[in-house]
């Protein structure tokens, strides 16, 4: 056995995939451009740091539950003056810095005014960013609670909607959650509250949160949770989806 295929054999053992992959290359450049042991290690380990970024990128993805790739740049900011005033906080959330600072992000908006489409896009800003993402509709979530509650799973299930350092929860408001399901929100929202970001749309404004929820009392306690260090945008205008179809 050459030398080489004794190092492959090495660096298989190690799981180096990136360093075995690109082992033969690293080889020919050496030889070829004169390079020096630590040129040639340095190019090695590169490889080997940037496999592994495009491999937790790509499980980020695969986590996040996210359907569909979209980037800001499919935005359309003439399609309302409410997208034009605020374009410099939108593309301000996009840098992901309320992440790092923890803080929630909510858009308010009727149906097709683009609530959906940046929190999506944020969201896969923050896949491509390594940063674990979870997405999901508010009524997915609370169905997975109480199927959760039923066969004594809750822990481990509040957990999963815990662990990502940013949840979106998508289209609040359009169906009532019931007491069993305000209560479970709650408990989402009060354990991310100050630890994680989450980012909510929703088609209804904060006064009329109490038709969501149980009760008032439930509402504001959430609503207070979330408005404590927050962006809100107020998305406006007809409906996007209506004027292209």
Request: with cysteine; glycine share 4%; hydrophobic share 40%.
């Amino acid at each position: 056995m050459s030398h080489i295929e004794r190092l492959k054999e090495k660096l298989a053992k190690l799981r180096l995939k990136g360093m075995l992959e690109n082992l033969d290359f690293v080889v020919k450049q050496t030889a070829e451009k004169n390079l020096d042991p630590w040129a040639a290690l340095s190019m090695l380990a590169d490889l080997e740091i940037e496999q592994r970024l495009q491999n937790s990128v790509a499980l980020r993805w695969r986590q996040s539950k996210l359907n569909e790739k979209v980037s800001i740049d499919q935005f359309d900011f003439d399609h309302h003056k409410s997208r034009k005033e605020q374009k410099g906080k939108i593309l301000n959330l996009m840098n992901l810095e309320f992440i790092q600072k923890r803080m929630d992000v909510i858009l308010i908006g009727t149906p097709g005014t683009g609530k959906t489409f940046l929190a999506k896009a944020i969201a896969f800003t923050a896949c491509n960013n390594n940063i674990k993402v979870l997405f999901t509709t508010a009524i997915d979530m609370i169905n997975h609670l109480i199927a959760a509650e039923a066969d004594r799973s809750l822990l481990k299930k509040l957990h999963y909607y815990q662990s990502a350092d940013l949840l979106v929860c998508d289209e609040l408001g359009y169906l009532s959650l019931g007491e069993q399901g305000s209560h479970l929100f709650f408990q989402v929202i009060s354990q991310r509250h100050k630890q994680k970001s989450t980012v909510l749309t929703t088609n209804l404004p904060f006064a009329e949160w109490g038709k969501v929820f149980d009760s008032t009392t439930v509402a504001t306690a959430i609503a207070d949770r979330l408005v404590y260090n927050s962006e809100v945008l107020i998305m406006g205008g007809q409906s996007y989806r209506r004027k292209h179809h």
